[in-house]
């Protein structure tokens, strides 16, 4: 079930990026650095962009809000080239070797959580329609699972881990969460946890956090975590591994 198509999510990542850029990049932006000023060629360019994409999936970034203009090419070709489904497919395989050598309880505890949007579902169709946005998923579009991510969950459910997700959306959208991920192929989990109205104007690091706390509670020991931000995967009550999930399209704290 491959999520990319060239023609559709080549027009995905462009329009994703004019919502995303800023014309102007703040002074006091201190996580981002400007391309050096004398670089015009097209191959330092390119670099320079490799470089910022590694510093961010790395969080050496630190919070950013922006994707450089001179980025935006290297970045469409980084999807619809091939290299995001490579690296995506090298994290599920270096998380089921990890998960391939716990030692089960078979008890229901062992667990491993992951969010939703952009780890296991797609939403480049709704995208597509919409012409980009970070911020809301489309009830009307189904999102699309990542051939990497569907694996991933299928060998977890195999090695018997308990799968929680833990996600930002809002409860109100419990239903079409859950119809999206059975229709795509997600099925079994033990937990869907959503924000509720007690979340409002909580951080994602902090939401999440409480979230896993609240499991750890109950018993679940959390093995691994998998998401494509890094507030999906830091702060306190943190799986044993943690892995994260390429994005250079937008950041959330």
């Not at 999520?3 to 329009?15: E, G, H, P, T």
Request: aromatic residues 12%; glycine residues 6%; positive net charge.
């Amino acid at each position: 079930m491959a999520c990319y198509r060239s023609s559709s999510l080549s027009f995905f990542i462009v329009a994703l990026l004019t919502v995303l850029i800023s014309p102007a990049i703040s002074a006091g932006d201190s996580s981002y650095i400007n391309p050096p000023v004398n670089v015009g060629s097209r191959s330092s360019i390119a670099s320079y962009c490799e470089s910022w994409r590694l510093a961010v999936e790395t969080n050496n970034a630190g919070t950013w809000n922006v994707t450089p203009s001179k980025c935006v090419s290297s970045i469409n070709t980084y999807y619809i080239g091939g290299q995001f489904d490579s690296d995506y497919n090298l994290v599920a395989r270096y998380a089921l070797a990890f998960a391939g050598k716990v030692k089960n309880r078979l008890d229901g505890k062992d667990a491993w959580v992951f969010d939703i949007d952009e780890t296991l579902l797609s939403n480049s169709e709704y995208y597509n329609k919409a012409h980009g946005s970070a911020t809301y998923v489309s009830k009307k579009v189904q999102a699309q699972a990542f051939d990497a991510s569907l694996k991933l969950y299928k060998g977890l459910k195999t090695l018997n881990f308990t799968i929680i997700l833990l996600t930002g959306r809002n409860e109100s959208r419990r239903s079409t969460t859950e119809k999206n991920l059975w229709d795509v192929g997600y099925s079994g989990w033990e937990h869907l946890l959503m924000r509720s109205p007690e979340d409002k104007g909580k951080t994602a690091t902090q939401y999440k956090s409480e979230q896993r706390s609240k499991m750890v509670k109950k018993g679940y020991k959390l093995h691994g975590n998998t998401g494509d931000q890094w507030s999906d995967l830091l702060g306190f009550a943190v799986a044993t591994r943690s892995f994260k999930v390429p994005n250079p399209l937008y950041y959330i704290a």
